[in-house]
């Protein structure tokens, strides 16, 4: 009968390997006998596993701070704005409760000694850009989820050199705080699924592996609303039918699952048991990026709408400079409470990439509108893109009733 798989490891800094586990008890005093770091990571399965998710800390205000190290320990808060929002807060302020797409009045309410920059789009691009170089110089199969995270599939470059995942990430995440000033959090799984929920575990500076083996047990305590895809609505759905833990979802015979959920059942089945079919996909042609949001009670007023346009536009901003591209199509969507839908459209120009900018032209279309009635969902979209280095001069600004 073969036992269980040791317990192993590595270390963070000097990527010394494979280390035995630490004697029991020594916990947390216990250091890596090549370089003396605490940094250490052991896990049964960590020279096997591949699929990696890796997460920016706080990007906008770590470049921020990069470039202003007096204010390394200090609060710092990207954002601001004519009806400005957070885009970003570093550590110390999340420690005060601020959050990104707070309002600023309420986040300077309540860090009122935080530096607060202007988002400094161009900046945070050019990073992103040099980080990206560095993903594809370990594998072609890079996914970008946005300006500052990304999975990787490092299953054939590690295969071919013989060198683990989990150091060839120890080394990235080494080299890019060296080089490029910013920290990475790190998750690494099987799958997209539980690398995704590993690089939430260890945040700042994270390294975290969720293995197939342990998958099942560890999630089967935590909310359904970890899953990817479960938002709100899925989630009260779920809740009806008993279904509040993952432990719950993997109870349930996997057909009855499919059967009253339809296909998404059928992925939260799999995700449930820790599987994920879904593979990493590189860069895919952009015809279009969107955001949108239902509310939990009706909105009526023009200003509500517009109010509620402010987080979709951070969405899209984001996304966009994920994609490198530049947006000169705007369009605003309304769904009433009888669920009749209509939308608005701009043509931009320059086209933009900047929340704020994205921010005006979607109020401006429904303050033009000036909508009546009870409307249970916004969103915001931009199409037109083109590629964020080149530009599009001459576009006329019109609007248009799709």
């Not at 800390?57 to 400005?84: M, N, Q, T, W």
């Not at 550590?91 to 601020?98: L, N």
């Not at 170089?133 to 050199?161: I, K, Y």
């Not at 342990?214 to 809740?239: N, Q, R, S, Y």
């Amino acid at each position: 009968m073969i036992g269980p798989t040791p317990l192993s490891g590595f270390c963070r800094d000097c990527l010394a390997h494979p280390l035995p586990a630490p004697p029991e008890g020594t916990g947390q005093r216990f250091r890596c006998p090549a370089c003396g770091s605490p940094r250490l990571k052991f896990h049964p399965e960590w020279d096997r596993l591949t699929i990696a998710h890796i997460d920016c800390d706080a990007f906008y205000a770590s470049v921020e701070k990069r470039d202003r190290p007096d204010l390394r320990h200090r609060p710092v808060i990207v954002g601001g704005g004519e009806r400005g929002v957070v885009s970003a807060a570093c550590y110390v302020a999340r420690a005060a409760g601020v959050r990104s797409a707070m309002p600023m009045g309420q986040a300077l309410r309540l860090c009122p000694d935080a530096t607060v920059f202007r988002p400094q789009m161009s900046k945070y691009a050019t990073i992103s850009r040099a980080l990206r170089h560095r993903f594809l110089a370990l594998t072609p199969l890079v996914e970008p989820l946005a300006l500052d995270e990304a999975f990787l599939d490092l299953t054939e470059p590690a295969q071919r050199s013989g060198i683990p995942a989990a150091l060839l990430l120890a080394n990235l995440a080494r080299e890019v705080e060296a080089n490029l000033g910013i920290t990475l959090s790190i998750g690494l799984g099987p799958n997209k699924l539980l690398a995704k929920i590993a690089s939430d575990l260890d945040k700042p500076r994270g390294f975290a592996l969720i293995g197939a083996a342990e998958a099942a047990d560890f999630l089967a305590p935590k909310p359904v609303t970890l899953l990817w895809g479960v938002g709100k609505a899925l989630a009260a759905a779920l809740e009806r039918e008993g279904i509040r833990t993952i432990g719950d979802l993997a109870a349930r015979p996997p057909i009855w699952v499919a059967k009253r959920f339809g296909q998404v059942g059928l992925r939260l089945a799999d995700f449930a048991q820790g599987r994920d079919r879904r593979r990493v996909t590189p860069d895919r042609p952009t015809k279009s990026i969107s955001a949108e949001t239902t509310f939990r009670k009706d909105r009526t007023r023009v200003e509500d709408l517009v109010e509620a346009l402010l987080p979709l536009a951070e969405t899209v901003a984001r996304r966009l400079q994920a994609a490198d591209k530049l947006a000169a199509g705007v369009t605003i969507k309304l769904k009433s409470a009888d669920f009749v839908q209509r939308t608005r459209s701009t043509v931009l120009a320059p086209p933009v990439q900047d929340a704020e900018a994205l921010w005006e032209a979607a109020a401006a279309l429904i303050r033009a509108d000036n909508p009546v009635g009870n409307f249970r969902l916004i969103g915001l979209g931009c199409d037109r893109l083109i590629d964020g280095h080149t530009g599009e001069p001459d576009l006329l600004t019109e609007v248009t009733n799709i």
